[in-house]
């Protein structure tokens, strides 16, 4: 018969699975032999059997009861006892800490029967009324469902009425009364009363405890955290001690060093006459946990040598919840602390110098997404109202400044001084300049790999994507929230770590940590653990970090970040600006004379550009990708040109010609899905002397770095693969120019040929793609959205959040590699890619490059390296190493 109940003596901290996270706990607090209220706890396994059956597990009653029995014998007393009863409390206890998502009960036992015999044997009446409250009110809003909010106000109008200003300004007389109001108020809002039998109110209490697994802030916290939906929680059965029965009582939360900073010394808050819920709930000032050594000098010193204890037994900062019953101290509760980004830091370079832990352990407490918070300026919280709106936090930092909502208003504002935040419905490549020149970026639509998110992150600009709150008026110059509205030239505050937009001038806080990664600057204390960390992360890992970067000014930062060189340098920003009207000039070309002197025009660009970003990687390797995207992103927008011929018509005025050649030419090129149309090696294919002029421009500025004493490292690669035939072809003119170049100049040049692994068809022949390309590189988001048949910039919107909410994402696949499905692509094109040509060289180049758990999937999957935004360079070094030291998951970074 399979065990559903587990005494606190029979259980330890490695059954955590089955015990959830407290219950474990607390049986290791019992093991080790300090001071723990007895108890059980019902298994994680006999929640997931009632909620996926409606009942409890066969046998759980005669389980419960058996356990019981044994707690009633040790403490000599029954449960609800009318003379002196036995009460319980009834808690909750996941796996994984959900802090506040679920419920608790006390005092449960507690009737109109035994609440005399509780004052009697107490010797304080206040108190047993007090119990008496706290039970309905809990048992009245966890198990019946009563609005707790209807419990409050009825307090509240009490203690007005008596002019008390908290709960102790009540005497018992009062909480009689107030008992009573509880319970009228119980059955006028669920018809039935207060259960006065003590095992229905246990019964009913632990299921209730069951359900709030499934409550609506459980769920968000969940996927906020993603903590797996179907784990359950254990219930935690304990008999109460008393922290409210008068002054030389109270309750506290301590940690063993401070979690905000990770300096040691003893931390938390002590409340005299209260029960622990009464701390966390804030009902009254806390006193500073130090005062508890003048107010019980012998408890306190306890206290400490049992948090000595603790850190000492699990090697890490503990958080630990006690009571204080009548001068005799209680743990209640202890876990491995929740800490700040600069506190893991910290605490792993203190604990590790201490000889508490290894260099190794260390390292695989912190993780990149805390470095990453350390990284950017912040707001202090302290400082900030209510938020405006919130959104998706898709590049970190803090921000502030005015709000514009066109690209060339942010430019202008910018060139005369002003800082501005670009707010848009959602951004297009037209908008780069306004990106560029404003310090943050808010859209209404897109997610974290929307054209906002990507290019933003690129960048380092500050970025909140998907405020589905806010109203963008573009023709308005304003959006609003509700009844606010945001005209252009108001001050906001964007956080693009939490994703959240205050009115207003936030006041900012500075990052060292940028400081020391852009300058090397070192200084004691964070930055000094944070160097410490990345020291060590570099000796562990194997898997190379390079940068996407498409300027030199980008590979220069990437650089300074740790970049090993550049794994993808794209092409068509290069375009853009003023350089766009000769693109258009090769699109509306009518004879080979004129396309050739577009591109001719367009070649010493281009070699100004590559010869730039390889003088920037001068050593290194940088893997520039031929022309991706289809010709039309770069002519303006079909709707745009037709309004305007039509506008010049209904005037009388014939259109010019150059708007009519250019509708031809959009509504020539149209396509319903140009992300699966005509781009990538396909347009190389057929645009006579793109991929020429590309690769000569490549080829000359290698030369003109080889003649200045520098070392080029140029890499070409071709997007969109399908076919091996496709990139033979483009292989062979590759190579043509690139001989041509080197007979023209006296300079030998030579540049390996690889390709973009981006579409599954590619992957799944990816052994005979190899016998062409010299390397792979992944493009894991367009690899992402054919494996899954996604438009990314539609469906993030669309349907993304109710995918979440129903557990078919545990998180975004563009955000993580889906393991599963694209993750298996990747596993099969290095399988066969390697068995055709040993040895080859595979990176990825997508976003997920810079993504923690997808760093640790790559390292696992065999790849050399791994290439992301220049700002995320430092967080997949970090994790790179991370994923090097043995059994260490991303998970293990709290």
Not at 128 to 138: F, G, H, I, T
Not at 557 to 578: S, Y
Not at 610 to 625: C, Q
Not at 630 to 656: K, Y
Request: net charge negative; glycine share 10%; proline share 5%.
């Amino acid at each position: 018969m399979v065990r559903h109940v587990y005494a606190f003596t029979e259980g330890g901290r490695d059954m955590a699975d089955l015990l959830g996270g407290k219950g474990a706990n607390l049986a290791e607090m019992t093991r080790l032999g300090l001071p723990v209220p007895p108890g059980f706890t019902i298994t994680t396994e006999a929640c997931r059997t009632f909620l996926d059956t409606g009942s409890e597990p066969a046998g759980l009653a005669r389980e419960i009861s058996d356990h019981l029995a044994l707690l009633e014998q040790a403490a000599g007393r029954r449960l609800g006892q009318p003379n002196d009863p036995l009460l319980l409390s009834v808690r909750s206890g996941a796996r994984f800490s959900m802090p506040g998502m679920m419920e608790t009960i006390l005092d449960i036992g507690l009737s109109e029967d035994s609440v005399p015999g509780l004052a009697k044997s107490s010797g304080n009446e206040r108190f047993a009324w007090d119990s008496y409250r706290r039970l309905v009110q809990m048992f009245g809003s966890t198990v019946m469902g009563v609005d707790s909010a209807l419990f409050e106000s009825t307090m509240a109008r009490l203690k007005q009425a008596r002019g008390a200003v908290d709960d102790l300004g009540l005497d018992a007389a009062d909480l009689a009364g107030l008992v009573e109001a509880y319970k009228e108020l119980i059955h006028r809002e669920t018809g039935e009363s207060l259960p006065q039998s003590p095992a229905e109110q246990l019964q009913r209490a632990v299921l209730a405890v069951f359900r709030s697994w499934n409550v609506e802030r459980a769920r968000v916290y969940r996927r906020r955290e993603h903590i797996p939906e179907g784990l359950g929680t254990a219930v935690n059965v304990q008999t109460m001690v008393f922290g409210n029965l008068g002054p030389d009582s109270g309750s506290g939360v301590a940690f063993t060093r401070d979690p905000a900073t990770g300096r040691s010394g003893l931390y938390g808050d002590y409340l005299p006459n209260a029960q622990g819920e009464d701390v966390v709930a804030g009902i009254r000032n806390t006193v500073p946990l130090d005062e508890l050594g003048r107010l019980n000098p012998d408890a306190f010193t306890r206290l400490r040598d049992h948090m000595a204890t603790l850190e000492a037994h699990y090697r890490d900062l503990c958080d630990i919840e006690f009571t204080i019953e009548r001068g005799t101290l209680w743990m209640l509760q202890t876990r491995v602390g929740k800490r700040t980004a600069e506190a893991a830091f910290t605490l792993a370079a203190d604990l590790t110098d201490e000889g508490v832990i290894t260099s190794d352990e260390g390292l695989a407490r912190v993780g990149g997404d805390e470095l990453t918070r350390l990284m950017f300026p912040r707001f202090d919280t302290s400082a900030v109202g209510e938020a405006l709106a919130h959104g998706i936090p898709a590049s970190p930092g803090a921000a502030v400044g005015a709000a514009v909502f066109d690209s060339a208003e942010a430019v202008r504002r910018a060139d005369a001084g002003e800082r501005v935040v670009l707010v848009r419905e959602e951004t297009t490549p037209d908008d780069l300049p306004g990106m560029v020149a404003a310090q943050a970026v808010l859209t209404g639509r897109g997610g974290k790999t929307s054209h906002a998110a990507v290019v933003a992150r690129g960048m380092g600009k500050v970025c909140v994507c998907g405020a589905e709150e806010i109203t963008v008026d573009q023709q308005g110059r304003r959006f609003t929230v509700g009844d606010t509205t945001v005209e252009e030239g108001t001050v906001i505050s964007v956080d693009g770590s939490e994703g959240a937009v205050y009115p207003g001038a936030a006041p900012l806080i500075d990052s060292a940590v940028m400081r020391y990664f852009e300058t090397g600057e070192r200084s004691a204390g964070l930055v000094d653990a944070v160097a410490r960390a990345m020291g060590h992360a570099e000796g562990a890992r194997r898997l190379g970090v390079r940068a996407n970067a498409d300027t030199p000014e980008d590979a220069a930062r990437a650089r300074r970040f740790g970049a090993e060189g550049i794994g993808l340098c794209r092409t068509e920003h290069m375009f853009l600006g003023d350089r766009r009207q000769l693109v258009e000039t090769m699109i509306l070309a009518r004879t080979d004379t004129e396309r050739e002197g577009a591109l001719g025009a367009l070649l010493p660009l281009q070699r100004q550009d590559f010869t730039g970003i390889l003088e920037a990687m001068d050593g290194l390797s940088v893997t520039i990708r031929l022309l991706d995207p289809p010709l039309h992103e770069f002519l303006p927008d079909r709707t745009e040109l037709a309004v305007r011929i039509a506008a010049a018509e209904a005037h009388g005025n014939p259109p010019s010609t150059h708007d009519a050649e250019l509708l031809e030419a959009v509504n020539r090129m149209h396509e319903e899905n140009p992300m699966l149309g005509l781009r990538g090696v396909r347009l190389g294919l057929v645009a006579p002397g793109l991929v020429a002029m590309q690769v000569r421009a490549i080829a000359e500025a290698v030369v003109e770095r080889k003649r200045a004493g520098g070392d080029p490292r140029a890499e070409i690669m071709v997007p969109l693969i399908d076919a091996v035939e496709e990139l033979r072809l483009v292989r062979e003119e590759v190579e043509q120019v690139l001989a041509e170049v080197s007979k023209e100049s006296g300079v030998p040049v030579t540049c390996p040929v690889g390709t973009m692994i981006e579409l599954p068809r590619a992957a799944l022949t990816a052994g005979r793609i190899a016998e062409e390309a010299q390397f792979f590189s992944f493009g894991t988001n367009d690899l992402t959205q054919t494996t899954w048949g996604f438009s990314r910039d539609d469906v993030e919107a669309a349907f993304f959040s109710a995918y979440l909410d129903k557990g078919i994402f545990k998180v975004s696949p563009f955000e993580t590699i889906d393991r599963d499905g694209v993750g298996r692509l990747v596993e099969i094109a290095v399988a066969e890619g390697r068995a055709a040509r040993p040895g080859l060289k595979i990176g990825v180049c997508g976003e997920h490059g810079g993504d923690p758990e997808s760093v640790h999937f790559f390292h696992a999957a065999g790849l050399d390296y791994v290439s992301c935004s220049p700002f995320r360079v430092p967080v997949a070094r970090l994790e790179a190493g991370r994923a090097a030291l043995p059994g260490t998951e991303v998970s293990d970074s709290r």
